[in-house]
T-cell receptor, first 115, second 114 residues
Framework: DAGVTQSPTHLIKTRGQHVTLRCSPI?????VSWYQQVLGQGPQFIFQ???????GRGNFPDRFSARQFPNYSSELNVNALLLGDSALYLC??????????????FGEGSWLTVV | AQSVTQLDSQVPVFEEAPVELRCNYS??????LFWYVQYPNQGLQLLLK????STLVKGINGFEAEFNKSQTSFHLRKPSVHISDTAEYFC????????????WGAGTKLIIKP
């Protein structure tokens, strides 16, 4: 079975531009979460979606938005990019978002560089 | 609020020596605890997790961790490391008061010396 897939794997954007990152969860998983990992730090929670509804939001500005589609795939959008948005963006997939202790699986991530 | 502290940013160790990576957490509620590994330029892979029950948890690649509630610790150990264990290791906690979102430590780089 395919794991969590993310696209694109690498991208370079200019300050002020917009970016869309995509994630396909493991088949059967209904929850997708997004994390930002800045070089040298642990991941920071951005959003969680479960059954197409937002279940949680981390401490990120409104420039960050996300959605989950009927097939449970997800997009993370970031507007008005800043240099500080340069990071690895990780998508995580789970059956129930972690409440039952089910394993949360991560994709390989999308490396975003803002210049 | 929950938080995680990984006490060492880097741990150098000789190949075939034992290693312990330290993790302490703070939480006012029952938690789930996790260790993930991140190899260079890759995503995160689960090594092991503690949900309840036995405090000694065994994971993949010969790693194990012990949950100590009184010391609020969840240290990761391996009796003999290999060069392939070179990676960054992250401790994470989740619970109902974080809506089961993973709260992460800053990571510990395991450096294996030949």
């Amino acid at each position: 079975d395919a794991g969590v897939t993310q696209s694109p794997t690498h991208l370079i954007k200019t300050r002020g531009q917009h970016v869309t990152l995509r994630c396909s969860p493991i088949s059967g998983h209904k929850s997708v979460s997004w994390y930002q990992q800045v070089l040298g730090q642990g991941p920071q929670f951005i959003f969680q979606y479960y059954e197409k509804e937002e279940r949680g939001r981390g401490n990120f500005p409104d420039r960050f938005s996300a959605r989950q589609f009927p097939n449970y795939s997800s997009e993370l959008n970031v507007n008005a990019l800043l240099l500080g948005d340069s990071a690895l963006y990780l998508c995580a997939s789970s059956l129930d978002g972690g409440a039952g202790g089910n394993t949360i699986y991560f994709g390989e991530g999308s490396w975003l560089t803002v210049v | 609020a929950q938080s995680v502290t990984q006490l060492d940013s880097q741990v150098p160790v000789f190949e075939e020596a034992p290693v312990e990576l330290r993790c302490n957490y703070s939480s006012s509620v029952s938690v789930y605890l996790f260790w993930y590994v991140q190899y260079p330029n890759q995503g995160l892979q689960l090594l092991l997790k503690y949900l309840s029950g036995s405090t000694l948890v065994k994971g993949i690649n010969g790693f194990e961790a012990e949950f100590n509630k009184s010391q609020t610790s969840f240290h990761l150990r391996k009796p003999s490391v290999h060069i392939s264990d070179t990676a960054e290791y992250f401790c994470a906690v989740s619970g109902w008061d974080s809506n089961y979102q993973l709260i992460w430590g800053a990571g510990t780089k395991l450096i294996i010396k030949p």
